[in-house]
């Protein structure tokens, strides 16, 4: 009786894991939610906040050089709302955002929601693809030299890119403007002049784009390179290669197949976190640069202060960030059996 009852309680048991296990994913994935929603709403009163205490009147700048009274000054600050007290404000920001009005500028008199979609698609071409070749040339390097260790190669490569990550990157732009000359455009995303058509358009943007894109990858693509080269290294000496080895796989494969895999986990949140920041856009590069992404839209707010249009563009980045920040930790939990045994 027993042995025809055993099936059924194995059975049974199975069913009760399964439940267990996505009770526990749907705890996880309703905890990291949860954690970003909190996150969120920080940073909305962070935003609001800090832009508050940066030097400058915006009404000032706004009527720089023009013949304005006092009184004139004083009903475009009630128009604009800066006149009311601190409270009254974020609370009136709370109720627009809620609508998914993020405000006017003061500066450009047009919806912030109009002018970051605007700026959104050149900062997502520029840096996004200067976040994948960075990402790309990094992994490769570090994979070559942890495997290397030791060797000309990897004291080469991982000299070279701390000492580009070590410049600050407007400093970097102006040196490569000035090394390559008249070669390449040193500003804007394309020429006035270009034909209308997609090719023309399309390498007359390439171009523009050869020195940003430079200036961005030589920057960041240290990050990858040392997160790879350490979490390999620490993979190196573990009994699973050990294992493969002695099965008589080559030790390409061995690197291919075990050790990278297991050493591109550590780097599955960086990579998130910095496409994330892709839409923040790099401010110094577009600013160095003059291209028309985000990162000159934040500099040109800043000159203000702009405060409706630097909320906005600070809402978006840190959005996008915390949404990566998520999907990274949910991909972590796919990837890694660890996390989801804990």
């Known amino acids: 009786m027993t042995d025809a009852l055993a099936p059924v309680e194995e059975a049974l048991a199975e069913s009760a894991a399964r439940r267990g296990r996505g009770g526990s994913t749907l705890r996880y994935v ?29 009404v000032l700048s ?33 109720g627009r955002l809620a ?14 929601g109009e002018l970051i979609a605007e700026r959104l698609g050149p900062t997502l071409l520029l840096v996004g693809t200067s976040t994948i070749i960075a990402v790309i040339l990094g992994l490769w390097l570090g994979i070559k030299g942890a495997w290397r260790r030791g060797s000309r190669f990897d004291r080469v490569s991982t000299g070279v890119s701390l000492t580009l990550w070590s410049m600050p990157t407007f400093w970097l732009g102006l040196l490569l403007m000035i090394a390559t000359g008249n070669l390449f455009p040193s500003g804007g995303i394309r020429y006035p002049d270009t034909p209308p ?13 050869v020195l940003p894109c430079l200036t961005f990858v030589a920057v960041i693509y240290a990050q990858y390179l040392l997160v790879m080269r350490s979490s390999l290294l620490e993979e190196m000496n ?33 990579v998130f976190l910095h496409l994330g920041l892709v839409v923040s856009g790099a401010i110094t590069v577009e600013t160095v640069f003059s291209w028309p992404g985000l990162g000159l839209l934040t500099y040109e707010a800043l000159q203000g202060p702009d405060l ?35």
Request: charged content about 20%; overall charge positive.
């Open 30 to 58: 309703a905890g990291k939610l949860g954690g970003a929603l909190a996150s969120l709403f920080l940073v909305v009163v962070l935003g609001f906040l800090l832009f508050r205490v940066i030097p400058g009147d915006p």
């Open 308 to 342: 409706p249009l630097l909320q906005g563009i600070f809402i978006v980045l840190t959005g996008s960030v915390v949404a990566m920040n998520v999907i990274a930790d949910l991909l972590y939990r796919v990837l890694d059996p660890r996390v989801r045994a804990a």
């Open 238 to 270: 573990a009994d699973y290669l050990t294992t493969a080895r002695a099965k008589g796989l080559r030790d390409d494969l061995v690197r291919r197949r075990h050790a990278v895999p297991n050493a591109l986990l550590p780097t599955v949140t960086l």
């Open 99 to 112: 609508r998914g009005d993020l405000g006017t500028s003061y500066v450009y008199s047009r919806p912030v």
């Open 62 to 94: 706004m009527t720089r050089g023009r013949p304005v009274t006092a009184d004139q000054q004083a009903e475009l600050r009630a128009r604009l709302g800066v006149d009311r007290p601190l409270l009254q404000q974020f609370l009136d920001y709370l």
């Open 197 to 209: 058509d997609f090719l023309s358009q399309a390498l007359d943007t390439a171009h523009h784009m």
